[in-house]
């Protein structure tokens, strides 16, 4: 009979309990510096170097992830973290137009980029919807259970999709967030509801570099 009764308070307990969710953002480097669509650009000098002065800064975690983008394991890396590789959190699949330059691509296929800045369903470049990073990032935040603190470097447009799924914000709202290089977010509750602390650097000078807003 006391078994039977507590069963269903435990579960209560557990479906309550806090997930704190810590997002950095990696590094500088070329790519971002040059305004293009990443690609699987690794990290600069500048970049690596900024992110060992940041390694002291980094807070506890239970688990550690990271993206499988170059420019993330590296980041990861040069924070000390010992972390391991999530398919997840990969970047925004941009098809062929990865690693091209914003207003290259604008030049050559403006009725495409306005489309695609206008419909998050569309996918012109042939690659992943703004609709779809969104539904992966949330798919991937709302699998995180229990009393748990997950620490993971991730690029900034799945930082931001994480973002709009979490607060359940309008779609559009992505191109609205800025999301500086080395930078923690922090998402804390569990699936359904999350609290946000957006944007604190992780050295106490400024940021290396300005936020990554608008383009992935």
């Known amino acids: 009979m006391v078994c039977l009764a507590v069963r269903p308070l435990f579960r209560e307990l557990r479906a309550g309990m806090t997930v704190r969710v810590m997002l950095i953002s990696p590094a500088m480097n070329a790519a971002l510096r040059e305004a293009r669509f990443a690609g ?23 688990r550690l992830v990271h993206g499988p983008s170059e420019r993330c394991a590296r ?40 489309a695609w800045l206008r419909d998050p369903s569309t996918a012109p470049h042939g690659g992943e919807s703004l609709l779809g990073l969104c539904a992966r990032a949330g798919a991937w935040l709302d699998s995180l259970t229990g009393d748990v603190r997950v620490l993971a470097v991730a690029e900034p447009p799945l930082v931001r999709a994480a973002v ?51 383009a992935p």
């Open 40 to 62: 699987d650009a690794a990290l600069d000098a500048s970049g690596a170097r900024a992110a060992r002065l940041a390694a002291p800064h980094v807070p506890d975690a239970d």
């Open 75 to 114: 980041t990861a890396e040069a924070l000390g973290l010992r972390s391991t590789g999530e398919a997840a959190l990969r970047d925004w699949e941009l098809g062929r137009w990865s690693g091209a330059r914003l207003d290259e691509v604008s030049a050559r296929e403006p009725e495409e980029v306005a």
């Open 164 to 214: 709009v799924h979490a607060l359940a914000l309008p779609p559009q709202a992505f191109w609205r967030l800025d999301v500086a290089p080395l930078t923690l977010t922090e998402l804390t509750g569990r699936s359904g509801r999350w609290n946000l602390r957006a944007g604190r650097p992780l050295t106490t000078g400024p940021c290396d570099g300005e936020a990554e807003r608008g």
